[in-house]
């Protein structure tokens, strides 16, 4: 069973920092495009950062770079959306999406989402 399961969201002020992580199970980590997606309350979903399966650039949304960092460890099974800097705008819902083409069927994986709320 593919399970993703995002943990590490919560409450912060501003400026400071979190870690999310987005432990998955049921499908080979190391095949998988991995990405951090964010959704505020009334705002589309936004990609956060995008980390490929075979060797390559991480890739940001402008509005992230410099503060976020992140990486995966496949034998974990685990990948990580480090924050720092954190500002109010940055407060969202964080998902975890896992997807690859394989033996020409896509596959699409999504965890349920944790919550990181900026304020003071």
């Known amino acids: 069973q593919v399970q993703l399961v995002e943990s590490g969201g919560g409450l912060v002020q501003p400026g400071g920092s979190l870690r999310l992580s987005c432990t998955t199970s049921?499908?080979?980590?190391?095949?998988?495009?991995m990405t951090w997606y964010r959704q505020a309350p009334g705002k589309e979903r936004e990609l956060v950062a995008q980390?490929?399966?075979?060797?390559?650039?991480?890739h940001y949304v402008d509005s992230v770079k410099g503060r976020f960092t992140m990486s995966r460890d496949n034998g974990r099974n685990t990948v990580y959306l480090q924050m720092n800097s954190l500002k109010p705008e940055d407060a969202a819902t964080y998902y975890c999406?896992?997807?690859?083409?394989?033996?020409?069927?896509?596959?699409?994986?999504w965890g349920q989402g944790t919550q990181v709320t900026v304020s003071s």
């Open positions: 049921g499908f080979i980590l190391g095949f998988y495009d």
């Open positions: 999406n896992a997807r690859a083409t394989i033996f020409g069927r896509l596959n699409d994986y």
């Open positions: 980390i490929p399966a075979a060797v390559g650039s991480t």
